[in-house]
């Protein structure tokens, strides 16, 4: 039961590894996942999943929360969960969730937070909260943002699972794919990542925070600070030299 970290050239691979338990996070692996998305500068992208092919994350652990008598202690424990969906919002690159099956509660809220959500055919989607008597809170505010509020609704208040092409429909997912060809796609989005400018890469997924709680005129106008600082840099001028050389 862990968090494991591999590096794979220029990309982490962070790995939820607690497979007999579908992955379940406590709180010493929510405190270690926190940890994880702080990245070295010639890292390009982070891989967030879990280990086996039974579960991305399968919530949080319900022994835990079980033994919670207080609202002090109530109020410690979803901290260390919102503490994990916010380090992935804030690691410096982008982060990918390759999802491979279940993927429920805390591990729904968690996929969320990341940049970019790819997923095998046989992944499962829910959140269950309400069936063992507490709301989904957190990152869950995500939800409509991505599939609107009645699909949240449908997904909070009814506690329906859904599979991986429904999510797909209702704008979870970015991506579906069987699970043999999951690490392969993968792989793809990491090398368009790669062909973009890394400091690039860096801004615009800083940008996107901003334009999440900006009103449609501040986040205008946070744009065009962030594209004249990027002149700041000579990585524009360099890719663009490229660019152009290569078309002529």
Same mark, same amino acid.
């Given at each position: ?10 990309? *982490? ?27 070295? +500068? ?8 879990? !280990?086996? %092919?039974?579960?991305? =994350?399968? #919530? ?27 380090? =992935? *919002? ?6 990918? /969730?390759?999802?491979?099956? &279940? ?5 729904? !809220? ?38 609107? &509020?009645?699909?949240?609704? $449908? ?7 859904? #599979? /991986? ?5 209702? #704008?979870?997912?970015? $991506? ?6 999951? %690490?392969?796609?993968?792989? !793809?989005?990491?090398?368009? =990542?790669?062909? /973009? ?10 940008? =996107? $925070?901003? &334009?999440? +709680? ?6 205008? /106008? @946070?744009?065009?600070? @962030? ?18 050389? *290569?078309?002529?």
């Amino acid at each position: 039961m862990r968090i494991a970290i591999e590096r794979r050239g220029d990309i *982490r691979q962070v790995v939820v590894a607690n497979p007999a338990k579908l992955n379940t996070l406590g709180s010493p692996l929510l405190e270690e996942l926190a940890k994880a998305f702080d990245v070295e +500068d010639d890292i390009r992208a982070v891989v967030l999943t879990g !280990e086996g %092919d039974r579960a991305f =994350i399968g #919530g949080a652990d319900i022994r835990e929360m079980g033994a919670v008598t207080t609202p002090a202690g109530g109020e410690a424990f979803i901290r260390r969960v919102h503490g994990a969906c916010a380090a =992935i *919002r804030a690691c410096r690159v982008p982060v990918i /969730a390759r999802i491979q099956g &279940w993927c429920l509660g805390a591990g729904l !809220e968690i996929a969320a937070a990341c940049d970019l959500r790819i997923a095998a055919t046989v992944a499962k989607f829910g959140m269950p909260e309400v069936r063992v008597g507490i709301p989904s809170v957190v990152e869950a505010a995500l939800l409509p943002g991505l599939i609107g &509020w009645g699909r949240t609704r $449908r997904l909070l208040l009814l506690a329906e699972t859904i #599979g /991986a092409e429904e999510a797909e429909r209702w #704008g979870f997912l970015e $991506r579906v794919v069987p699970l043999e060809a999951l %690490d392969a796609a993968v792989e !793809e989005w990491v090398g368009l =990542i790669r062909e /973009a400018g890394p400091i690039a890469i860096a801004n615009q997924k800083a940008l =996107i $925070r901003q &334009w999440e +709680d900006l009103p449609m005129s501040q986040a205008i /106008a @946070a744009g065009i600070t @962030a594209f004249a600082k990027s002149f700041e840099t000579p990585e524009p001028n360099a890719m663009m030299g490229h660019f152009l050389s *290569r078309k002529r």
